[in-house]
């Protein structure tokens, strides 16, 4: 590939994370330039100024977590203004982690090493029921943010077993780089967020790692990038050509060779500041959940694999089921057909399509009954995806979403707390 | 006129430096309510204790998603409070985010109360941006400065001449090479360092 002046900017917000790697590859390693974008990144300290700063035009994209750009569609955010998905930032990379207290109580109930998000729920359901029995208050657990990807796979972790998430504990708000502090102090006693947050508590030795949510829905996706919709409809041929230094950075990613080159990067003061080793763990999948020897958690991250950055619309729909299952929005066709919109494999489409990336010939999925890779047709070579089931076996249809909604037992919003 | 001191402002800012500039100039104008946070760790306590009309978070404060869950969930905080006034007011929201403070104002206050508070916050945070920008070059200079006397006094001993004549010589050498002296100089100081081996 010929290099030569970059003929765009592209301003791009991201958070210190993990699941930012693509883009933040996608300059580094010189993908951006090749497409002859000069790509600027911008480091943020929190969703809030992501979402705003890209509701004002600061910023053209952003490192976003997979819901926010549904909330942002659908109006549910202070600065309006519609964003767009049109491609996934990669799959898994999250897991459920509990102060060492909790995970005493689950033990004595049964939870071991497996990573068993069933055998685990039950579990930690002993020990809510054993706490309100003894007149205790409820454990606090803690999400990044309302509209994440992790609030809803930790309610819907907890539902499935009978804890009700409004009631049987308290849920609230931490930033990833907090988390640890919080459960070592004993502000929260678990909570859900994105490796390395979780190996992190492990290595402080104040938290013990239950369960990840490619175990709760395996092959489930996890940050997005987003797009501010004027500005995709204004430069069509810029988003394409991000999207294909993205692709390349994915696929660059998800080569183990290249896995010490992510951590040294990663791992350094400008990103995440965390020690190497801890920010190997979650890039590899060799996670020590606990006091122990690392074990292979599998299917825990794939960054390029099985079609991880494709934006499949029932990914964004689910998000969309859970955000009206929990009360946050109302489902109607308007709704459910900004919902639908926000998501855009169209552009996705268009912008690998010409590079000879294989494509899964459908756009939305019924998400649980793949229950193994599985081959699917494409136009053009070949492409597996990998197993789609949730833990419970419900299955999500994105044509019968209402049903879905309704099929919930525990459901709506929650009472003000505090 | 003085401020409107009925309102209870509350700033949340772990950097206490920038906190008590922002406070102070609240104070000028008038305003007297004012709590102050500078915890790592908001809590609905202290924000209940503040019973705030309007709230201010600087934009660096992963804290902010906290907040603003906080806002949503809480009983305890009795009244809703929303960012901003109103999404109309495009300017005051630009440059308060340029300025790097975020602004949560209580349900139904009114736009013409709000504005001066407003206005004060993001001069005194534009005022502190500035503040540290010149912290910063000085800090800089200084340490140029030492690094051009390292680069001297190396010619001086090297070359067996004076110390106006070393600084000529850098001075020559920076304008021939179209660079500025304190880069010169850094490479004269690593060169000795690599020759004499020292510290790299």
Known sequence: MTASAPTVTIRAGF?????????????????????????????????????????????????????????????????????????????????????????????????????????????????????????????TFAVVHPYSSHNYELRYWLAAVGIDPRHDIALTVVPPPYMSDALAGGHIDGYCVGEPWNSASVVA????????????????????????????????????????????ASVWADSPKNAEAIVDLLSSTTYLDVAPSTLMAGLTGRI?????????????????????????????????????????????????????KSVRPDIYRRALGPLGVA???????????????????????????????????????????????????????????? | MGGDSDLRILVIDDNRIRASVIEEGLREAGFTNITVLTETRPTVRAIVDADPDVV????????????????????????????????????????????????????????????????????????????????????RALEERKVIDRAKGILMRRRGIAESEAHALLRRTAMNENRRIAEVAQSVVTAEDLLSGGKP
Request: some cysteine; charged content about 20%.
């Open chain 2, 56 to 139: 201010f978070i600087d934009l660096e404060n992963p804290n902010r998603d906290v907040l603003e869950h906080m806002f949503v969930v809480s009983r305890a905080i009795a009244r809703p409070i929303a960012m901003f006034v109103d999404r109309s007011d495009r300017e005051m929201i630009e440059a308060a985010i340029d300025a790097g403070v975020s602004a949560y104002i209580v349900d139904g206050l009114k736009k013409d109360r709000v504005k001066p508070i407003l206005e004060t916050a993001i001069s005194r945070f534009n005022a502190f941006a500035r503040m540290r920008e010149e912290l910063h070059k000085t800090r």
């Open chain 1, 205 to 248: 030795g104040v938290g013990h790692i239950a369960t990840t949510t490619t175990a709760i829905w395996r092959s489930s996706p996890e940050k997005v990038l987003g797009m501010r919709l004027d500005w995709a409809e204004r430069n069509p041929e810029a988003a394409s050509a991000l999207l294909r230094a993205m692709h390349r």
């Open chain 1, 288 to 340: 020590a959940l606990g006091a122990g020897q690392p074990q292979l958690v599998p299917e825990f991250r794939y960054f390029s694999r099985r079609a991880a950055t494709f934006p499949w619309i029932s990914h964004g729909l689910w998000f969309f089921s859970q955000m009206v299952r929990w009360g946050q929005a109302e489902l109607t066709p308007q709704t459910l057909e900004i919902a639908r």
């Open chain 1, 15 to 139: 958070i210190p994370l993990l699941d930012a790697a693509i883009l933040i590859l996608a300059k580094t390693q010189g993908f951006a330039e090749e497409e002859g974008i000069d790509l600027v990144l911008v480091r943020e300290h929190s969703w809030a100024n992501i979402r705003d700063r890209v509701a004002l035009g600061h910023f053209d994209v952003a490192h976003m977590l997979a819901p926010m750009p549904i909330a942002a569609s659908l109006g549910l955010t202070p600065l309006g203004g519609a964003v767009i998905t049109p491609m996934c930032m990669g799959l898994g990379g999250n897991a459920i982690t509990v102060s060492n207290a909790v995970w005493h109580g689950m033990t004595l109930a049964g939870a071991d090493n497996s990573g068993d998000p069933m055998l685990m729920a039950t579990a930690l359901r002993q020990v809510v029921e054993a706490r309100k029995a003894a007149g205790l208050p409820r454990l």
């Open chain 1, 359 to 418: 494509l899964p010939n459908a756009s939305a999925k019924v998400e649980g009954t793949l229950t193994m890779e599985t081959p699917v047709a494409t136009a053009s070579g070949r492409l597996f995806l990998g197993p789609d089931g949730f833990f419970d076996g419900r299955v999500f249809d994105p044509d019968l979403i209402e049903d879905y909604v309704a099929s919930f037992e525990i459901k709506g919003p929650g009472p003000l707390e505090g």
